[in-house]
C-alpha cells in the first residue's frame, strides 16, 4: 500500500486499554464459604455476591462457592437488604453498621469493615435495608488509629 499523505499526523497505539468497566462490581477470590445475594468481603471489597465460578474446574453458575472460587461482588454504592444480622440488636435507621467477617453479618458492633447505614429498620421478616458505604472506606485500620 503506498504512503499517504495526511493533513494531520496519524500516532497509533498498540498497548493495553486503560478503562476497562464503570466498578459497579469486581472479581475476588472468596476466602471462606460464600453463597449468591450474600453479603460478602473479600479482598478489602464488600458487597453482594452476584456471581461464583468454580476456582479448580472453572464452571460458572455455581449458587455457593468455597474458598478459592472467583466470586463477583456488586459493590456499587446503594440500598442492599439483608437478613444476615445479628438477634437482639435494634438496627434503627441512621445506625451505622458494619460487617464481621468471622460471623458473617451485618452487626451494630464496629468492626474494621464499615458497611453504611441502616435505611430500614428490622421487620417482622428479620431483614434490614442499608447503604452500602463506599468502598475507599472500607480499608482496614492500622496501628495506633
Avoid: C
Amino acid at each position: 500500500m503506498a504512503n499517504q499523505i495526511r493533513p494531520v499526523p496519524t500516532v497509533r497505539t498498540y498497548g493495553q486499554r486503560a478503562f476497562i468497566d464503570e466498578g459497579d462490581s469486581v472479581k475476588v477470590v472468596a476466602d471462606g464459604a460464600v453463597a449468591v445475594h450474600d453479603i460478602a468481603y473479600a479482598s478489602n471489597f464488600l458487597g453482594a455476591v452476584i456471581s461464583i465460578v468454580d476456582g479448580k474446574t472453572g464452571v460458572h453458575g455455581k449458587e455457593t462457592g468455597v474458598k478459592g472460587d472467583l466470586v463477583t461482588l456488586n459493590i456499587i454504592q446503594g440500598t442492599y437488604e439483608t437478613t444476615q444480622i445479628v438477634e437482639g440488636q435494634d438496627y434503627a435507621v441512621g445506625t451505622p453498621v458494619y460487617f464481621d467477617p468471622d460471623e458473617k453479618v451485618i452487626t451494630e458492633t464496629e468492626t474494621d469493615v464499615y458497611a453504611g447505614k441502616v435505611v430500614r429498620s428490622k421487620e417482622a421478616d428479620s431483614a434490614i435495608w442499608f447503604l452500602l458505604a463506599p468502598q475507599h472506606a472500607n480499608t482496614a485500620k492500622t496501628e495506633g488509629e
